[in-house]
């Protein structure tokens, strides 16, 4: 988990929190949440959140989508596939397992075939909702 801001509403049915990835070039993450009309939410570009921010997400409804947008937005996005087994995960294909890829394989990754999958690796530190 890295240090993150409070859940911010920004609209009564869209909240957003900002964290930071430590190391020489700090990287700012945003991930935005959204309330479908069904009350169902959709996380994208999921970052791992402390336990209250967490109760927080949990609060504002079911999570059935996990949107990771390419190869460097899935850092936590194997701990919330686990913590929400029933939520959708969407994620452009990327290189096979076991290939070696490089920077610019994972970034025109991005630009491919979406697809849902729960074969996401290296689960993180969330535990399966309780």
Do not use: C
Request: proline share 10%; hydrophobic share 40%.
């Amino acid at each position: 988990m890295v240090p993150h801001q409070p859940i911010e509403p920004l609209e009564s049915n869209l909240w957003r929190v900002s964290g930071k990835l430590p190391g020489k070039l700090p990287l700012q993450r945003v991930m935005t949440i959204a309330r479908l009309a069904s009350g169902r939410l959709v996380v994208h570009s999921p970052i791992a959140l402390d336990a209250a921010a967490m109760a927080t997400l949990d609060g504002l409804g079911d999570v059935a989508f996990i949107v990771v947008p390419n190869a460097y937005h899935r850092l936590d996005a194997s701990s919330y596939a686990v913590r929400y087994p029933t939520a959708r995960v969407l994620a452009p294909l990327g290189p096979a397992p076991g290939s070696r890829s490089s920077s610019r394989s994972m970034a025109s990754s991005a630009s491919s075939t979406i697809r849902t999958s729960r074969s996401i690796t290296s689960p993180g530190p969330a535990t399966a909702r309780r």
